[in-house]
T-cell receptor, first 115, second 116 residues
Framework: AQSVTQPDIHITVSEGASLELRCNYSYGATPYLFWYVQSPGQGLQLLLK????DTLVQGIKGFEAEFKRSQSSFNLRKPSVHWSDAAEYFCAVGVNAGNNRKLIWGLGTSLAVNP | DAGITQSPRYKITETGRQVTLMCHQTWSHSYMFWYRQDLGHGLRLIYY???????DKGEVPDGYVVSRSKTENFPLTLESATRSQTSVYFC???????????????FGPGTRLTVT
């Protein structure tokens, strides 16, 4: 069955420090992978996506993610975190459900940023 | 460009009452989705729709009803609200296209529902 695991429920980093949020997926075919961010009280916003090509993808707000097929991972990174990056981050894999297209979601990682 | 809107943003209702949450998108996206978000459970899909008059159940459809008579609207109705339906509800939409864009979902701001 398709699934997405985000092993870290909560992470705290200091402002200016580097960040890596982990995501592992289970999907039989080539995956469509996504990272979304949810700021407090807001809806979800797409950060970046991957399907094929270069395994390192760039997104908005200075984020990047690397697809590693051998590890079934799609980890999100940022070299220097800003206080405004404090939010909930969700990893998702796109799956086909008949004629429909759905996302299977991880449970999210809550990021806190210390000044 | 209004995008995707939800109303109301906040709602308090009593157990047993019927409640309808509205979702409207201006992009003419084919696919629309309803999720609920609860602490510890992440996002759970309630219902989704591939087009007008086509709807399917998601993971947690019990106690909810949807309709989609027009492409742009996808209301979610709680027929008889229960306390367990206290949650934040998100509507999302996506295009009927190929590649990754077919899976990209665009989210509304959410409706916070409290059932007392």
């Amino acid at each position: 069955a398709q699934s997405v695991t985000q092993p870290d429920i909560h992470i705290t980093v200091s402002e200016g420090a580097s960040l890596e949020l982990r995501c592992n997926y289970s999907y039989g075919a080539t995956p469509y992978l996504f990272w979304y961010v949810q700021s407090p009280g807001q809806g979800l916003q797409l950060l970046l996506k991957y399907f094929s090509g270069d395994t390192l993808v760039q997104g908005i707000k200075g984020f990047e993610a690397e697809f590693k097929r051998s590890q079934s991972s799609f980890n999100l990174r940022k070299p220097s975190v800003h206080w405004s990056d404090a939010a909930e981050y969700f990893c998702a894999v796109g799956v086909n459900a008949g004629n429909n297209r759905k996302l299977i979601w991880g449970l999210g990682t809550s990021l806190a940023v210390n000044p | 460009d209004a995008g995707i809107t939800q109303s109301p943003r906040y709602k308090i209702t009593e157990t047993g009452r019927q409640v309808t949450l509205m979702c409207h998108q201006t992009w003419s996206h084919s696919y629309m989705f309803w999720y609920r978000q609860d602490l510890g459970h992440g996002l759970r899909l309630i219902y989704y729709s591939a087009a007008a008059d086509i709807t399917d159940k998601g993971e947690v459809p019990d106690g909810y009803v949807v309709s989609r008579s027009k492409t742009e609207n996808f209301p979610l109705t709680l027929e008889s609200a229960t306390r367990s339906q206290t949650s934040v509800y998100f509507c999302a939409s996506s295009e009927r296209v190929g590649g990754t864009r077919a899976y990209e979902q665009y989210f509304g701001p959410g409706t916070r529902l409290t059932v007392t």
